[in-house]
Nanobody
Framework: QVQLVESGGGLVQPGGSLRLVCAAS????????MKWVRQAPGKGLEWVSD????????AYADSVKGRFTISMDNAKNTLYLQRNSLKFEDTAVYYC?????????????RGQGTQVTVSS
Protein backbone atom coordinates (compact mmCIF):
# COMPACT_ATOMS: atom_id res chain seq x y z
CA GLN A 1 0.00 0.00 0.00
CA VAL A 2 1.33 3.39 -0.98
CA GLN A 3 1.73 5.95 1.77
CA LEU A 4 2.90 9.51 1.38
CA VAL A 5 3.64 11.49 4.54
CA GLU A 6 4.45 15.18 4.36
CA SER A 7 6.36 17.16 6.97
CA GLY A 8 8.15 20.47 7.30
CA GLY A 9 5.22 22.84 7.32
CA GLY A 10 4.76 25.63 9.81
CA LEU A 11 4.71 29.37 10.27
CA VAL A 12 7.20 31.47 8.34
CA GLN A 13 7.62 35.18 7.70
CA PRO A 14 7.38 36.67 4.22
CA GLY A 15 10.67 36.33 2.45
CA GLY A 16 11.59 33.31 4.50
CA SER A 17 12.40 29.77 3.44
CA LEU A 18 11.02 26.38 4.29
CA ARG A 19 11.67 22.88 3.02
CA LEU A 20 8.88 20.38 2.75
CA VAL A 21 9.60 16.67 2.90
CA CYS A 22 7.51 13.78 1.66
CA ALA A 23 8.37 10.27 2.77
CA ALA A 24 7.04 7.54 0.51
CA SER A 25 6.46 3.97 1.59
CA UNK A 26 5.00 1.04 -0.26
CA UNK A 27 6.81 2.02 -3.45
CA UNK A 28 9.76 4.06 -4.58
CA UNK A 29 9.61 7.58 -5.93
CA UNK A 30 11.96 6.96 -8.82
CA UNK A 31 9.53 5.22 -11.16
CA UNK A 32 6.69 7.72 -11.09
CA UNK A 33 5.83 11.31 -11.64
CA MET A 34 5.92 12.90 -8.22
CA LYS A 35 4.32 16.24 -7.54
CA TRP A 36 3.40 18.88 -5.07
CA VAL A 37 0.00 20.48 -5.07
CA ARG A 38 -1.51 22.97 -2.64
CA GLN A 39 -4.83 24.27 -1.47
CA ALA A 40 -5.17 27.76 -0.11
CA PRO A 41 -8.00 28.65 2.27
CA GLY A 42 -11.28 28.81 0.38
CA LYS A 43 -9.71 27.84 -2.94
CA GLY A 44 -9.38 24.74 -5.06
CA LEU A 45 -6.41 22.50 -5.50
CA GLU A 46 -3.49 24.15 -7.31
CA TRP A 47 -0.65 22.38 -9.06
CA VAL A 48 2.78 23.53 -7.82
CA SER A 49 5.50 21.33 -9.27
CA ASP A 50 6.32 17.99 -10.89
CA UNK A 51 9.42 15.87 -11.10
CA UNK A 52 9.80 12.90 -13.41
CA UNK A 53 10.78 9.44 -12.28
CA UNK A 54 14.49 9.56 -11.64
CA UNK A 55 14.44 13.34 -11.41
CA UNK A 56 15.59 14.18 -14.93
CA UNK A 57 12.76 16.64 -15.64
CA UNK A 58 11.00 19.20 -13.51
CA ALA A 59 8.19 21.68 -14.02
CA TYR A 60 6.81 24.54 -11.99
CA ALA A 61 3.72 26.67 -11.88
CA ASP A 62 4.40 30.25 -12.95
CA SER A 63 3.47 31.46 -9.46
CA VAL A 64 6.41 29.60 -7.89
CA LYS A 65 8.96 29.46 -10.69
CA GLY A 66 12.33 30.74 -9.57
CA ARG A 67 11.40 30.46 -5.89
CA PHE A 68 10.62 26.77 -5.39
CA THR A 69 12.80 23.76 -6.18
CA ILE A 70 11.57 20.19 -6.33
CA SER A 71 13.97 17.29 -5.84
CA MET A 72 14.04 13.67 -4.82
CA ASP A 73 16.31 11.22 -3.07
CA ASN A 74 15.68 7.84 -4.63
CA ALA A 75 17.67 5.96 -2.02
CA LYS A 76 15.52 7.41 0.74
CA ASN A 77 12.24 7.32 -1.22
CA THR A 78 11.83 10.95 -0.34
CA LEU A 79 10.54 13.98 -2.21
CA TYR A 80 11.44 17.55 -1.30
CA LEU A 81 10.19 21.03 -2.03
CA GLN A 82 12.56 23.83 -1.15
CA ARG A 83 10.65 27.07 -0.98
CA ASN A 84 12.39 30.42 -0.85
CA SER A 85 11.19 34.03 -0.90
CA LEU A 86 7.86 32.99 0.52
CA LYS A 87 4.86 35.25 0.01
CA PHE A 88 1.56 35.60 1.83
CA GLU A 89 -0.15 33.92 -1.09
CA ASP A 90 1.94 30.78 -0.55
CA THR A 91 -0.13 30.06 2.54
CA ALA A 92 -1.83 26.72 1.92
CA VAL A 93 -1.97 23.06 2.77
CA TYR A 94 0.73 21.40 0.69
CA TYR A 95 0.26 17.86 -0.52
CA CYS A 96 2.72 15.39 -1.94
CA UNK A 97 1.26 13.18 -4.66
CA UNK A 98 2.24 10.40 -7.02
CA UNK A 99 1.23 9.78 -10.58
CA UNK A 100 -1.34 11.63 -12.61
CA UNK A 101 -0.73 13.91 -15.56
CA UNK A 102 2.28 16.14 -15.99
CA UNK A 103 1.55 19.69 -14.96
CA UNK A 104 -1.80 18.96 -13.40
CA UNK A 105 -3.36 18.33 -10.02
CA UNK A 106 -4.39 14.80 -10.94
CA UNK A 107 -2.72 11.98 -9.06
CA UNK A 108 -3.16 8.37 -8.06
CA UNK A 109 -2.09 8.84 -4.48
CA ARG A 110 -1.89 11.88 -2.25
CA GLY A 111 -0.70 12.45 1.29
CA GLN A 112 -2.58 14.08 4.13
CA GLY A 113 -0.89 17.42 3.65
CA THR A 114 1.11 19.84 5.76
CA GLN A 115 0.01 23.37 6.61
CA VAL A 116 2.22 26.26 5.65
CA THR A 117 1.35 29.73 6.88
CA VAL A 118 3.21 32.80 5.69
CA SER A 119 2.57 35.62 8.08
CA SER A 120 4.36 38.55 9.66
Amino acid sequence: QVQLVESGGGLVQPGGSLRLVCAASGSGVSNYIMKWVRQAPGKGLEWVSDISGGGSSTAYADSVKGRFTISMDNAKNTLYLQRNSLKFEDTAVYYCARGGSWGSTTSNYRGQGTQVTVSS
